[in-house]
């Protein structure tokens, strides 16, 4: 790997990590260096977000801010409420409360609900969507008009009937200090009210929260749930028509449902998806079903999408490059001439012919004599002279040798005695050459 294509790593990976820390960091630092934590404008409407549109200030304001009230958290389903008494509050009067983008429950969990308010208790729903069977119960002629309404623009004039309260409230939809349009939901023309009910306050020039009599009970419906956040109530008209908001049902304790957070689709609701042109939706919970949006919500999963986005890049960078097959090994040329003369050999020796036995070993005493001494072998008294230089063995004896293999080869028949004399004059030659 040449320098060239060293630093261009580097930077990648350097690039590449200063991009994961910025796209899952959720902190900035503010005019003093200390870590503050990022804004969320998602409307999430959780009871415990103290951001723009979370619902800790109304929280507060129902625990401490008003005289009566007493807020009990209920984070099981409505229907596991409702089945088991060990988790159903002992009080006679009870309020009810939801606030979020959707309020999704079954039909059973509904009726659950209506009897709780018509054993003379009270529900105040602040959503966009309601389930089907709680519109039946409280519109009359639902199935002939559609329930729901809306306005899109970035703001909406919140009002109420009652000339006494005197107010109007311009509510912002606010992201990033930016205003967004988006939809605001209000009950459409054409619609009649069951149980006595009677509108208590508009969005514009048409009805957004109203008021029915069920039972002993009441029923409080706000199709604008954004008007109970955060940001709402640190304006002194926001907070004004909050309290006001409030003020319709008496002094109780306040079942806050804390759980049912959920997008409801019954397949007849259009449900707002709000702006598509922007990354920030108008309600806060639909976002929470997109996969993408979700990991990143949440700070070790956006860790763990960051981690797996790294890995995939250097495997890019270290794998992608093209490679060369592996090359096998190639095994050193093995001369096998004089194992297979003594293989041979020991073939001739067992079938007891003892001259080309003798021709054998002749072959493997010059194939020796050429490869220790480069000599070429021959029968002249120069071969014998040189042969005896290099070896250090005497000339009588190299000669006597010579005589062996050349008789033994040349006999048709040769005894036991003859190649054993034979053997052992070969193995003195060998024992004593250099």
Not at 24 to 32: F, K, L, R
Not at 56 to 74: A, C, S, T, Y
Not at 92 to 110: A, C, H
Not at 331 to 355: P, V
Request: aromatic share 14%; hydrophobic share 35%; glycine share 8%.
């Amino acid at each position: 790997m040449n320098d060239s294509m060293k630093y261009i790593i580097i930077a990648l990976l350097v690039l590449g990590l200063g991009g994961v820390l910025y796209f899952i960091g959720d902190e900035s630092d503010d005019a003093d260096g200390n870590k503050v934590e990022a804004i969320d404008w998602n409307k999430t409407y959780n009871h415990d977000s103290k951001h723009p549109y979370g619902t800790f200030f109304m929280r507060k304001i129902l625990e401490v801010g008003l005289d009566g009230h007493e807020v009990i958290n209920i984070d099981v389903a409505v229907q596991d409420y409702f089945k088991y008494d060990s988790l159903q509050l002992e009080e006679t009067n009870i309020t009810y409360m939801f606030i979020g983008k959707s309020l999704n429950l079954y039909d059973y969990e509904v009726d659950s609900l209506l009897q709780f308010a018509a054993a003379g208790n009270q529900l105040f729903i602040a959503a966009e969507n309601l389930p089907v069977n709680l519109l039946k119960a409280l519109f009359d002629n639902y199935n002939a008009y559609d329930y729901f309404s809306y306005v899109e623009d970035t703001s909406v004039a919140l009002t109420y009937e009652n000339l006494a309260f005197n107010t109007e409230f311009l509510l912002n939809n606010e992201i990033k200090n930016n205003l967004k349009r988006q939809r605001w939901r209000n009950i459409n023309y054409g619609v009649d009210y069951n149980h006595g009910g009677e509108v208590l306050g508009k969005a514009g020039n048409r009805p957004c929260y109203l008021k029915f009599k069920y039972g002993a009970g009441t029923v409080l419906l706000h199709t604008i749930p954004q008007a109970f956040t955060n940001r709402v109530l640190s304006l002194d008209e926001g907070r004004n028509y909050t309290e006001k908001a409030i003020s319709f049902f008496p002094k109780s304790t306040i079942l806050w449902d804390n759980y049912t957070k959920y997008v409801y689709d019954d397949g007849l609701m259009t449900l707002d998806y709000g702006d598509k042109t922007h990354s920030n939706r108008s309600g806060g919970m639909l976002g929470d079903f997109k996969s993408l949006h979700f990991l990143l919500k949440n700070k070790a999963l956006r860790w763990g999408y960051g981690i797996i986005l790294m890995g995939m890049l250097l495997y890019l960078i270290f794998k992608g490059k093209r490679e060369q097959k592996i090359i096998p090994t190639m095994e050193l040329n093995h001369n096998s001439s004089l194992e297979f003369t003594e293989t041979l050999a020991r073939l001739y020796l067992k079938q007891n012919q003892h001259n080309k036995l003798i021709v054998h070993l002749e072959t493997i005493f010059k194939n020796k004599i050429r490869t220790r001494y480069y000599i070429q072998y021959s029968d002249g008294p120069l071969f014998i002279e040189r042969l005896s230089k290099k070896s250090g063995v005497d000339q009588e004896e190299i000669k006597a040798l010579l005589n062996f293999l050349k008789g033994g080869s040349n006999i048709t028949e040769v005894s036991d005695e003859y190649l054993v004399n034979l053997y052992k004059k070969l193995n003195d030659f060998y024992k004593k050459a250099k």
